[in-house]
């Protein structure tokens, strides 16, 4: 629990993403992460990201899992494309339950 909450106060002083770059997350995980994880997020090759799914899951492992990949599975690591706080609010908005591509 202890992680959670200083990996949480860590982005604590990142700056706010404008909304072009929110709109570019949405889009690269609908698209992107939905071409395994489902379109609609329900699951495909991949699990479910859901906010039903993912509410016991520490925010800290679902960042690290997004942002180094799952070795030996087909989970790629997302770091040249996405910094760990734009990580942190794309689990933070799957959680939540993530908003529609615009």
Request: net charge negative.
């Amino acid at each position: 629990m202890m992680i959670g909450l200083a990996f949480s106060s860590a982005f604590a002083d990142s700056p706010p993403l404008d909304s072009e770059r929110r709109s570019e997350l949405v889009r690269l995980v609908r698209q992107d992460c939905g071409s395994c994880h489902g379109m609609q997020l329900r699951g495909g090759l991949g699990p479910a990201l859901t906010p039903d799914t993912l509410k016991d899951k520490p925010a800290d492992s679902l960042v690290s899992t997004i942002v180094h990949g799952r070795p030996g599975t087909p989970m790629p690591p997302w770091n040249t494309f996405l910094s760990e706080s734009e990580a942190s609010w794309i689990v933070d908005s799957l959680q939540k339950g993530f908003p529609d591509a615009r």
